[in-house]
């Protein structure tokens, strides 16, 4: 990768991607609508870790001598995007340009609607950008591991044989989506494919679990400290029952001594991984582009919602903190609360990853990290936005 385009560089995940290949010496152009900014304020969120403007990152890494640079838009916007891609000329474009909350998207019609309708628009106007201005773009699009839902065979990377009537066939693995959210990913996995068909596009489709921890570099491990970054560069960390994803808002939880959340039983299982490993997993897909079609299972391990929970008081008490009790909510959701969870995943070892981190000592450096902000997760426990509000079984208009 020489040239890369980031689309959602201002998000938790892009801003990370954004910053690392900058910091490995290419040339980045980022583009965002600040959307998922304005979302999670609209829910009465906020980052509790502050960030800074996506114009102060530019300047900031471009003072220091990285080669970033941001555009302002809307992905809706075929003609913008078209036109952005015309001058940037990338050799490489990172597809995280989306609405990424599954809660938000259950929340009402308007909600779903917005989801649905931002999510596949993007993604169409990036295909057909594409395949009229060169398709020889390498893409590399996040999807979710949440197409798959919770089957009770292995998950395959993809495809499986069949064999039906006496018939054998290679077929994509079926997708059973949890969400709105899920469905809209399953609608751009199936507008991929089809454009990868006819127009010979290059897209690598990422089936990505739930990604964790606000830090792209080791540090804190063991009795050694290293800081690879710059001060005010940080990603956003969200602990709201809509964006804060479960082991954020379980070590936001424990850190003000709030009761950890399990919905359910918390036998339900996916996918995790930290946000380094994300990065990482991310950047060995964009430096050995995809042939056509590939689809790749993205995560380091498989947990339970109950293990997280165990986990994070572990850590905590180990801190010398207060550890809060363990409560079990009525699940919001419809989901299996009990079931196997077993997905292949061999492209990304066959590529080198390597999980860079344990769980624990990534679940320390997230506690850590937030001591400084209590103040910011109590206001969010008095919103009460620590807590279930969101339900799956019936939507608001």
């Given at each position: 990768?020489?040239?890369?385009?980031?689309?959602?560089?201002?998000?938790?995940?892009?801003?990370?991607?954004?910053?690392?290949?900058?910091?490995?010496?290419?040339?980045?152009?980022?583009?965002?609508?600040?959307?998922?900014?304005?979302?999670?304020?609209?829910?009465?969120?906020?980052?509790?870790?502050?960030?800074?403007?996506?114009?102060?990152?530019?300047?900031?890494?471009?003072?220091?001598?990285?080669?970033?640079?941001?555009v302002e838009g809307d992905l809706t916007d075929y003609l913008f995007l078209h036109d952005e891609i015309k001058k940037f000329k990338p050799d490489t474009i990172f597809h995280l340009g989306q609405q990424p909350s599954a809660p938000y998207s259950m929340r009402?019609?308007?909600?779903?609607?917005?989801?649905?309708?931002?999510?596949?628009?993007?993604?169409?106007?990036?295909?057909?950008?594409?395949?009229?201005?060169?398709?020889?773009?390498?893409?590399?699009?996040?999807?979710?591991?949440?197409?798959?839902?919770?089957?009770?065979?292995?998950?395959?990377?993809?495809?499986?044989?069949?064999?039906?009537?006496?018939?054998?066939?290679?077929?994509?693995?079926?997708?059973?989506?949890?969400?709105?959210?899920?469905?809209?990913?399953?609608?751009?996995?199936?507008?991929?494919?089809?454009?990868?068909?006819?127009?010979?596009?290059?897209?690598?489709?990422?089936?990505?679990?739930?990604?964790?921890?606000?830090?792209?570099?080791?540090?804190?491990?063991?009795?050694?400290?290293?800081?690879?970054?710059?001060?005010?560069?940080?990603?956003?960390?969200?602990?709201?029952?809509?964006?804060?994803?479960?082991?954020?808002?379980?070590?936001a939880q424990a850190i003000i001594n709030h009761p950890i959340t399990v919905y359910g039983s918390g036998g339900q299982k996916r996918g995790f991984l930290p946000l380094r490993d994300s990065v990482q997993c991310l950047t060995l897909l964009g430096n050995n582009?995809?042939?056509?079609?590939?689809?790749?299972?993205?995560?380091?391990?498989?947990?339970?919602?109950?293990?997280?929970?165990?986990?994070?008081?572990?850590?905590?008490?180990?801190?010398?903190?207060?550890?809060?009790?363990?409560?079990?909510?009525?699940?919001?959701?419809?989901?299996?609360?009990?079931?196997?969870?077993?997905?292949?995943?061999?492209?990304?070892?066959?590529?080198?990853?390597t999980p860079s981190i344990s769980l624990k000592d990534e679940i320390r450096n997230i506690l850590e990290d937030l001591v400084e902000h209590r103040k910011l997760i109590f206001v969010l426990k008095e919103s009460s936005l620590l807590s279930p509000v969101t339900?799956?079984?019936?939507?608001?208009?």
């Amino acid at each position: 990768m020489k040239r890369v385009m980031i689309l959602g560089s201002d998000g938790y995940i892009g801003w990370a991607l954004s910053k690392s290949l900058s910091f490995a010496g290419i040339s980045v152009l980022g583009i965002d609508n600040y959307s998922r900014r304005k979302l999670v304020a609209e829910v009465g969120g906020l980052s509790v870790i502050p960030i800074q403007s996506s114009r102060q990152r530019e300047k900031l890494l471009r003072e220091n001598g990285y080669d970033f640079s941001f555009v302002e838009g809307d992905l809706t916007d075929y003609l913008f995007l078209h036109d952005e891609i015309k001058k940037f000329k990338p050799d490489t474009i990172f597809h995280l340009g989306q609405q990424p909350s599954a809660p938000y998207s259950m929340r009402g019609v308007r909600e779903a609607v917005f989801t649905q309708s931002n999510n596949i628009i993007t993604t169409l106007n990036l295909i057909h950008a594409v395949q009229f201005l060169d398709s020889n773009i390498s893409i590399v699009k996040i999807a979710t591991a949440g197409e798959w839902g919770t089957p009770n065979i292995p998950i395959s990377e993809g495809w499986m044989e069949i064999e039906y009537k006496g018939k054998k066939d290679t077929v994509p693995f079926p997708k059973q989506p949890g969400s709105f959210y899920h469905c809209a990913k399953v609608f751009d996995s199936i507008n991929i494919e089809l454009a990868c068909k006819i127009w010979g596009l290059n897209v690598t489709n990422v089936y990505q679990g739930v990604v964790f921890g606000n830090n792209i570099n080791p540090r804190r491990i063991g009795s050694d400290t290293i800081f690879d970054s710059l001060e005010g560069a940080e990603t956003r960390l969200d602990v709201d029952e809509c964006f804060g994803t479960v082991i954020h808002r379980f070590c936001a939880q424990a850190i003000i001594n709030h009761p950890i959340t399990v919905y359910g039983s918390g036998g339900q299982k996916r996918g995790f991984l930290p946000l380094r490993d994300s990065v990482q997993c991310l950047t060995l897909l964009g430096n050995n582009p995809a042939k056509g079609y590939r689809i790749v299972n993205q995560f380091a391990e498989i947990y339970s919602i109950n293990q997280l929970a165990i986990t994070v008081l572990e850590v905590l008490k180990g801190m010398g903190q207060r550890v809060p009790r363990i409560t079990n909510f009525n699940n919001p959701r419809v989901e299996k609360e009990e079931h196997e969870y077993e997905v292949e995943r061999e492209i990304l070892k066959q590529l080198g990853y390597t999980p860079s981190i344990s769980l624990k000592d990534e679940i320390r450096n997230i506690l850590e990290d937030l001591v400084e902000h209590r103040k910011l997760i109590f206001v969010l426990k008095e919103s009460s936005l620590l807590s279930p509000v969101t339900k799956w079984k019936k939507g608001n208009l």
